[in-house]
Every structure is written in structure tokens, then in C-alpha cells.
């Protein structure tokens, strides 16, 4: 079946340390994201990327990072210059037809 | 640019009274608007979408929207609440740009 696999789905990091947080889809969609969920605050988009070797800031991008070398898979890097890395962290891609959102199960990371 | 604004952060009703959740948006472009539906601790399922075709749009468990246009408006109703649609709501915006902006969620009550 087609879908976005994110992983880990629990992650824990000690302060200063940079941890990636992988997201692979195999729905052949170009367009892809990255949001951050945190309580009361709905979710936030990092980075987007449209295509291939392409990405784009989001509202949130400080203290992030991302690659789009490969059409299926769309990786996050939470940097030590993330301030307040603690949070849940869904991927999403973009049907083109539809312009429907096909969601990942989200990857929970908390800084020790 | 394009933004999306839910009105309300969460509404409370009783279980068979009416449900309105409240979205106004801006875009610059003709807007794809969608809501979407999150249970605790589950994934965000799609309700109901408009691609500009019809502006009264009918979802799944007896939700629907209406577009306007001259409201820049996207609310969500349901004639009569269940105990099983308390949940977050979330409305998003789409335009051509391939960003996708999602509200902050309205949180949905049912009491019984």
C-alpha cells in the first residue's frame, strides 16, 4: 500500500546534538513537508520542497535543515541552533491531482 | 501571501445541537481549502475539500463548507454533533505556490 513512512516515532536528544528524522514516501508525489505540532498552535510549516534537489523555507525554518535528493524521501535535521526543538513532527506530501495531504504518523522528539 | 485564521481555538456543544467552526483565509491566488479532522493520539483525516467547483462542499460524517468568496470565508457546520466528533479541526489553505498553510485548529467538545 502507498504511504509515508516517518521515522523514529519517538526520538530523545541531549542539548547541543543534531538528530535527523527521516520521511520516505513511495505515492510518487513531488510535492513534500515538513510541520511542526505544538499544543495550541496548530501546525507550522518548516521547509517544502516541490521537486528534486529542491526546498523552500517555511515559517519556522531556524534551527532546521532539509534534502530532497531523492523524489521519496524528504529528511529533517534539527540542529543545535534550534532553540525549542521539543515537539511532534509530521511529514506530508501533496497529491497533484487532488491537491489532497497524505500524512506520515509524525515523529515525536524531546530534548533531555 | 496567504494565510489562514480559525476563529476559534474551541467551541462546546451538546451532543445533537448544531456544530459551526469558523476559518477565514487569505490568498492571493484562487485557493484549494480543506479541513481536516484529528482524533486524540491519531493521525489528520481529510473531511472535505474545495477545488473551486462547487462552493457548497459535502464530507464525510455528515460535515460540509461553504466557499465565499466575498467573506474570504470556509466554515465548517454539522447539523447535529455526535460524541465521536470530538476532535482538533484544522483548516488549510493551498494555492499554486505549493505552500500549504494550515490554521492553528479549533478544538471540538460534545457534551452529552
Known amino acids: 500500500d502507498g504511504g509515508i513512512t516517518q521515522s523514529p516515532k519517538y526520538l530523545f536528544r541531549k542539548e547541543g546534538q543534531n538528530v535527523t528524522l527521516s520521511c520516505e514516501q513511495n505515492?510518487?508525489?513531488?510535492?513534500m513537508y515538513w510541520y511542526r505540532q505544538d499544543p495550541g498552535q496548530g501546525l507550522r510549516l518548516i521547509y517544502y520542497s516541490q521537486i528534486v534537489n529542491d526546498f523552500q523555507k517555511g515559517d519556522i525554518a531556524e534551527g532546521y535543515s532539509v534534502s530532497r535528493e531523492k523524489k521519496e524521501s524528504f529528511p529533517l535535521t534539527v540542529t543545535s541552533a534550534q532553540k525549542n526543538p521539543t515537539a511532534f513532527y509530521l511529514c506530508?506530501?501533496?497529491?497533484?491531482?487532488?491537491?489532497?495531504?497524505?500524512f506520515g504518523e509524525g515523529s515525536r522528539l524531546t530534548v533531555l | 501571501a496567504q494565510s489562514v485564521t480559525q476563529l476559534d481555538s474551541h467551541v462546546s456543544v451538546s451532543e445533537g445541537t448544531p456544530v459551526l467552526l469558523r476559518c477565514n483565509y487569505s490568498?492571493?491566488?484562487?485557493?484549494?481549502l480543506f479541513w481536516y479532522v484529528q482524533h486524540p493520539n491519531k493521525g489528520l483525516q481529510l473531511l472535505l475539500k474545495?477545488?473551486?467547483?462547487?462552493?457548497l462542499v459535502k464530507g464525510i460524517n455528515g460535515f460540509e463548507a461553504e466557499f465565499k468568496k466575498s467573506e474570504t470565508s470556509f466554515h465548517l457546520t454539522k447539523p447535529s454533533a455526535h460524541m465521536s466528533d470530538a476532535a482538533e479541526y484544522f483548516c488549510v489553505v493551498h494555492t499554486g505556490g505549493f505552500k500549504t498553510i494550515f490554521g492553528a485548529g479549533t478544538r471540538l467538545f460534545v457534551k452529552a
Open positions: 474545495y477545488t473551486s467547483a462547487a462552493t
Open positions: 505515492l510518487n508525489h513531488d510535492a
Open positions: 490568498s492571493s491566488y484562487s485557493p484549494s
Open positions: 506530508v506530501s501533496r497529491g497533484v491531482n487532488t491537491g489532497e495531504l497524505f
